[in-house]
């Protein structure tokens, strides 16, 4: 059974930074593409970054430049780290695959709100 326990969410001020891990289990990681999403209130879920199998990464543009994501191998997971964080990046962040072999980021983006497997979530809260 798929399951994820995405942990590091909390409140950190603006400028601030914050890594979210995501342990996933039930599947082998380095066999898809891992992606980290997040929804703020009132808005749509969105793709904010990804690792594929093949190790390339994808990020949304508003992130570029202050988000990495990353895969810790012997931990087994995919971590964000999310560094000068604003007020916009608030938002509940959750980390979801779609077990496609393909593993790939677009693929994932694309579909993971119809076929996706998702984790719970951690709340991100950036404010002074």
């Known amino acids: 059974q798929v399951h994820f326990v995405e942990t590091g969410g909390g409140l950190v001020q603006p400028g601030g930074s914050l890594r979210l891990s995501c342990a996933p289990s039930?599947?082998?990681?380095?066999?898809?593409?891992i992606g980290w999403f997040r929804q703020a209130p009132g808005k749509e879920r969105e793709g904010v970054a990804c690792y594929d199998r093949a190790g390339s990464t994808y990020f949304l543009d508003s992130v570029k430049g202050r988000f990495t994501v990353s895969r810790d191998k012997p931990r087994n997971t995919v971590n964000l780290q999310m560094n000068s964080v604003q007020p916009e990046d608030t938002a509940r962040y959750y980390c979801?695959?779609?077990?496609?072999?393909?593993?790939?980021?677009?693929?994932?983006?694309?579909?993971?709100?119809?076929?996706?497997?998702w984790g719970q979530g951690t709340q991100v809260t950036v404010s002074s």
């Open positions: 979801a695959t779609d077990l496609r072999p393909i593993g790939a980021c677009f693929t994932l983006l694309a579909t993971a709100h119809e076929d996706g497997y």
């Open positions: 039930g599947f082998t990681l380095d066999d898809h593409a």
